[in-house]
Each structure stands twice: as structure tokens, then as C-alpha cells.
């Protein structure tokens, strides 16, 4: 608790009120409880609870960007992140028959077997990060097949720095995760980035925003790769709705992907590019 109220303090004390961070640290915490009741409802309830759930629940206009991403016939890398109501976005695709692949690695037998069952009653392909040898290979099988492969671009414990890109996150300067990139260069895939937006009375609005329509927002921005416009992207939805992002007790581990000798100031104003939610 402690790490994530300072981490929002730091982010948010140059250009908010200090009631305004209180509500907002009140809403983040709101935000983690509901991760995590979303987490047991995607896991424990039967499949067509689930399923009517999510039709009753969940609503997205943004499916034709993924249905033209899969056109393609090369298949889907959907990067999101650590945002809202992610829980439900292989259930959901699952759901509207769209073929799903996840990368999931489990803190117990028991999880495992519990996912492997519920993925299957979604028809959503499970690669086990804890017993695949390669998982690079393994996801790009599953794009060969033109299935859509999720991903995570704020996976700060899996970050790979590079060298020479460094990048703004979050008020920090540090050194790019090459991930993204690596996996974008050699897959040949349609590239889309989505999240699960989460309003009031438990709804949620699915978000697809394809890569041409990421660059267009940074216009101003020129040969950004596409590992820096994904977290750009992602860093705006942070900013927008910050209580949505669970990851905050993980703020602190930028530090380590920090250049030496660089002095971090938090920026007095935060630009932020409005996601469209509506």
C-alpha cells in the first residue's frame, strides 16, 4: 500500500491538489479490488454465466479494426497491458469466436489446471510460459495459424532494456523494453493494441486501436518504433485513468531500467492524448 500510494504521489504531486490525489489514490485501490474480483469471476464462474456476463456487459465498436487486422491472414499481435478489466479480453474474444491464444505462466498447479479448463470452454489456446522452451516460437506458430496472440507491453518484470532506446514513462526517463519491437520485426503480424475499458454499474467498453491509428496521434513524433508508440499509448490511458492501471506497486522498478547519471523530474504538466472511450 505503501509503495503504491507513493508511486501515485510521485507521478501526479506537480500538477494536482493534494485532495485530488487522495480520491485518486482511493480510486486506484477501488481499481485493484475490482481486478481481483474480476479475476475470480473469469475463473470460477461456469461458461454461460460467463458468457452472458460478458454480452450484457461488455460492448465494443471497435471490432472491425481486429476483423481487418486478421484479414490479413498473417494473424494478430494485441498488445495491452495491465489495464482494466484485462481479465475478460480472451473470454470475450473467445466468446465472439475470434481465435485467441494467451501466454500465461501460473503460481500453482491448481491455477494452471484451472485456466487450461475455463480456456478451453472459450476455445482460447493457452502457451504456458513455465513449460515452453521458446516461447518466441511457440507465438509465432500461433500467428502462422492467423490466431490473435496477447500480449503485454507494461510486463515490467519480463522487460528486456535496450542499449541505445530510451523513452518517457510515467515522468521517468528510462530504457525501452525491446520486446515488442523484436517480436513486431520478426512476426510479420498485423499489430493492434486494446484494452478493456471498465465504467460505472460493472460495464466495460472494448477498445481496438490498429497501429496506423496509434502513429497518427504522434504525428508530432517522428521514427518511433513501434515498442515506444505501444507504451506511449498505454502511458496516456494511465494518465487518463489512473486507477484503471494496477501496476503502480511496480512503479519503483523503473529505476532499474533507468540510464545512469540521468536526473529524473516528474514533468510539471502532463500532455495527455484523450483515449477515445465513447
Known amino acids: 500500500k505503501c509503495q503504491i500510494k507513493k508511486a501515485i504521489n510521485m507521478v501526479f504531486s506537480n500538477h494536482k491538489h493534494s485532495y485530488e490525489i487522495r ?4 480510486n486506484v485501490f477501488r481499481g485493484i479490488v475490482f481486478h481481483y474480483y474480476e479475476k475470480f469471476v473469469n475463473a470460477f464462474a461456469p461458461p454461460e454465466a460467463l458468457k452472458n456476463f460478458l454480452n ?15 484479414g490479413k491472414g498473417n494473424g494478430v ?29 501460473f503460481s500453482s498447479e491448481s491455477l494452471r489446471k484451472l485456466c487450461y479448463h475455463q480456456a478451453d470452454n472459450f476455445s482460447v489456446k493457452v502457451i504456458d510460459g513455465d513449460h ?11 500467428l502462422r495459424e ?7 507491453c507494461d510486463e515490467i518484470d519480463e522487460w528486456r532494456p535496450s542499449r541505445d532506446k530510451k523513452i518517457h514513462f510515467l515522468g521517468q526517463q528510462i530504457h525501452l523494453d525491446k520486446t515488442i519491437n523484436l517480436l513486431s520485426k520478426r512476426c510479420g503480424a498485423a499489430i493492434v493494441f486494446g484494452v478493456m475499458h471498465r465504467n460505472q454499474q460493472h460495464r466495460y467498453r472494448f477498445i481496438v486501436s490498429s497501429l496506423e491509428e496509434m502513429t497518427k496521434r504522434f504525428q508530432r513524433l517522428t521514427n518511433m518504433s513501434i515498442g515506444e508508440v505501444v507504451l506511449k499509448f498505454m502511458e496516456h490511458y494511465i494518465y487518463k485513468h489512473p486507477e484503471e492501471w494496477y501496476l503502480w506497486k511496480k512503479y519503483q522498478a523503473l529505476d ?14 502532463i500532455p495527455v492524448l484523450e483515449p477515445s472511450t465513447v
Do not use: C, W
Not at 132 to 142: E, M, S, V, Y
Not at 146 to 152: F, G, L
Open 23 to 26: 480520491s485518486l489514490t482511493k
Open 56 to 70: 450484457i456487459h461488455v460492448e465494443s465498436e471497435s471490432m472491425k479494426t481486429l476483423g481487418k487486422a486478421l
Open 256 to 269: 532499474l531500467f533507468t540510464p545512469s547519471g540521468v536526473d529524473v523530474n516528474v514533468p510539471a504538466s
Open 77 to 105: 499481435l494485441l498488445i495491452t497491458g495491465h489495464y482494466g478489466g484485462l481479465e475478460f479480453i480472451p473470454a470475450f474474444l473467445g466468446a465472439n469466436n475470434y481465435p485467441v491464444t494467451i501466454v500465461a505462466k
Open 132 to 142: 515452453t522452451r521458446n516461447i518466441a516460437k511457440a507465438i509465432f506458430a500461433n
Open 146 to 152: 492467423n490466431r490473435i496472440v496477447i500480449t503485454q
